[in-house]
T-cell receptor, first 115, second 112 residues
């Protein structure tokens, strides 16, 4: 069964500083990988996704993520955070088999941005 | 392009009652997914509908059910509501496998 672990429940970062959110997954092969962001009381917005190919993926809002097969990781990064980046971030995995169209989410990392 | 729309935004029900939540997918998307986001429990997969059929179901009791209509919209029904059913229910749609989901803003269900 597929699973996702986000080791950091909360992260506090100063505005303008860099941000890295960790994500480790468990799956038999290379799955589809996603990062979503959720602002308070809102739905989830897709930041970026990895299907195959280049292991460094660019997303919206200046985010990028790097897939590392050897570490089963898909960490999210942003060079310089803005106050509006305060939100909860979810890493997710989806299997590639025909019946695997289910997104499995990590527990989320809540990001607080200090002025 | 209109996004995924969910209604109602908020719903307050009494324990034992039934709740019906609705979802309209993005035009052209045939798959609809339902997730429950309860406090402290994260995002839990509920149901996946595609082309009018239930394709997959999460680890929820049978009182959670739903359907998908010919226009691909969907409704989620929760019978015999319990206090622990209080949560944000998120609907998402996708065009086909692997393309990622587009989520709606959710229905906040409160059971009192």
């Amino acid at each position: 069964a597929q699973s996702v672990t986000q080791p950091d429940i909360h992260i506090t970062v100063s505005e303008g500083a860099s941000l890295e959110l960790r994500c480790n997954y468990s799956y038999g092969a290379t799955p589809y990988l996603f990062w979503y962001v959720q602002s308070p009381g809102q739905g989830l917005q897709l930041l970026l996704k990895y299907f195959s190919g280049d292991t460094l993926v660019q997303g919206i809002k200046g985010f990028e993520a790097e897939f590392k097969r050897s570490q089963s990781s898909f960490n999210l990064r942003k060079p310089s955070v803005h106050w509006s980046d305060a939100a909860e971030y979810f890493c997710a995995v989806m299997g590639k088999e025909a019946a695997g169209n289910k997104l499995t989410f990590g527990g989320g990392t809540r990001v607080l941005v200090k002025p | 392009e209109a996004g995924v729309t969910q209604s109602p935004t908020h719903l307050i029900k009494t324990r034992g009652q039934q709740a019906t939540l609705r979802c309209s997918p993005i035009s052209g998307h045939t798959s609809v997914y339902w997730y429950q986001q309860a406090l402290g429990l994260g995002l839990q997969f509920l149901l996946w509908y595609d082309e009018g059929e239930e394709r997959n179901r999460g680890n929820f009791p049978p009182r959670f059910s739903g359907r998908q209509f010919p226009n691909y919209s969907s409704e989620l029904n929760v019978n015999a509501l319990e206090l622990e059913d209080s949560a944000l229910y998120l609907c998402a749609s996708s065009q086909k496998q692997g393309y990622g989901y587009t989520f709606g803003s959710g229905t906040r269900l409160t059971v009192v």
